[in-house]
């Protein structure tokens, strides 16, 4: 049990160093976005004005929970293996699958903390308007940055956990399935005029790229081998 605390007591405390940095940052750039000046010809911005094919809040949520199943069910499944196949299994050696589930969950929540603070500086810094003008911070796009991150986070947290041989297709028609999910998401910010193509670019850039960094892809690799 004591190993367990000396985790998460390290953890937490980078935890809430890194959530201090990320309060200081929000305070910085938070307020009256920048007013970006146009011109009245401008064709881009003349786009009538529909409802989100994928609401914010469905965005959200899936972007959210799926990772979280995602972890605690794999997870699961690697400790019922290790049960059934390690005859001296005892409470004290499902201790690190405990501390990986903690390192995992923390390390999905803090990636997902960091793409949505660059998204909202990049907002709130360049204040671009949407493609049916009526509203501000449009670059980049928020629905498309976090659906990204996390489902490529999932992506690579199955490539690196799921050893199935039997079932050899199931991971790629998982991976397919998440992959879709969020392409098919961009796709929509752009068909409902909420972001011009750059946006949605800007916020897959984003995305890919906390995915990969070391607080998501890399960092997953080291703590789940």
């Known amino acids: 049990m004591c190993d ?19 309060i200081f940052c ?16 401008d064709e881009s911005l003349m786009h009538p004005h529909k409802p989100d094919t994928v609401p914010t809040w469905v965005a959200s949520t899936v972007a959210i929970v799926l990772p979280l199943i995602f972890i605690v069910l794999i997870e699961g499944h690697q400790l019922s293996i290790f049960r059934r196949n390690c ?67 999932i992506i690579i947290f199955l490539q690196i956990k799921i050893k199935w041989r039997k079932s050899w297709l199931l991971r790629p028609f998982i991976q397919a399935i998440l992959f879709y999910m969020t392409y098919l998401t961009s796709l929509s910010r752009i068909t409902d005029y909420m972001h011009h193509w750059s946006d949605v670019l800007g916020g897959a850039i984003i995305g890919l790229t906390e995915s990969g960094s070391k607080d998501a892809g890399i960092e997953i690799h080291f703590l789940l081998l």
């Open 26 to 41: 929000l305070s910085v750039v938070a307020g009256e976005p920048f007013h970006r000046g146009f011109y009245c010809d």
């Open 87 to 153: 005859s001296c299994y005892s409470i004290s050696q499902s201790r690190p699958y405990l501390i990986t589930l903690y390192r995992s969950i923390g390390s999905f929540f803090f990636g997902a903390a960091v793409t949505q603070l660059t998204t909202d500086v990049a907002k709130y810094s360049i204040g671009r308007l949407r493609p049916h003008f009526l509203t501000l911070l449009s670059f980049p796009s928020g629905h498309t940055s976090i659906t990204v991150y996390s489902m490529v986070f």
């Open 4 to 22: 367990i605390l000396t985790a998460m007591a390290t953890v937490n405390g980078a935890v809430v160093f890194k959530v201090l940095i990320d």
